[in-house]
């Protein structure tokens, strides 16, 4: 079986980080033994780096990578994506919102696909969270074409190389980054496939995607990037 890297953002996730991490070591650990689990500390304020400190410090399939201030969830996301050092990169977050062992039901789509991108069958959480969602992957289809039905599921397996390839290209780094890896990924000639998964409701800490400050960065980094592609013109595909 390939190598799998599992790499999650956490902002503030004391109260989830360790159990999601042990649901990735168990679930990933039944595919294959060889895999990492990397974690992206976002500048936490509370116990979430040494939560993962302490995993670590007790298996070395997990690592942490810390950053001293919070840089922004694109920013947690793409470092560890740049951290990865396996064959497959599986992204998920640190909340606890989505059943690890659903891996499986990515696995058998990247055999014809360069990415699998799950979409949440239905969505558990709060309803306006919910419109927010809905109108954003609108927003995002309308300027760029269509990618993916649910943009922002952190539920994706993909190919290292499409990181290795059009990692550099991408400058979002706040909540418009997963739509524009997967822009980049399509326009870069990359195949994407789409799998329903389970998505339970929040139980512990506190989302931030709702925020004013969150939505006004993300608003002006689309429109920048809606810019870059203009000016970028035809786009360099890689071959299969």
Known sequence: MTSISVTMPAY?????????????VEAVGKITDDFEVV???????????????????L??????????????????????????????IFFTDGDCQFKLEE?????????QADLVAGFRNPRRDPWLRVLYGK??????TLLFGYTARDIDCAFKLFKREIITNIGSQ???????FS??????????????????VTHLPRTAGAQTGARLHVIGRAFKELARFRWSLWREGKPKRYAH
Not at 61 to 88: I, M, S
Not at 135 to 140: A, T, Y
Not at 170 to 176: D, M, V, Y
């Open 135 to 140: 109108g954003w992957s609108m927003l995002v």
């Open 103 to 111: 891996i499986n039901r990515l696995l058998p789509k990247i055999q």
């Open 170 to 176: 991408i400058q979002s780094r706040g909540a418009t």
């Open 12 to 24: 503030n996730e004391e109260a989830n980080i360790g159990r999601m991490i042990d649901m990735s």
């Open 39 to 57: 974690v992206v500390n976002d500048g936490s304020k509370d116990g979430t780096g040494r939560v993962v400190a302490e995993k670590a410090a």
């Open 59 to 88: 298996n070395p399939h997990v690592r942490l990578v810390e950053h001293p201030k919070n840089l922004g969830y694109g920013a947690a996301v793409f470092d560890g994506f740049v951290a990865a050092t396996k064959e497959l």
């Open 179 to 196: 739509a524009e890896f997967l822009v980049r990924t399509k326009r870069a000639g990359y195949k994407i496939a789409e799998v329903p």
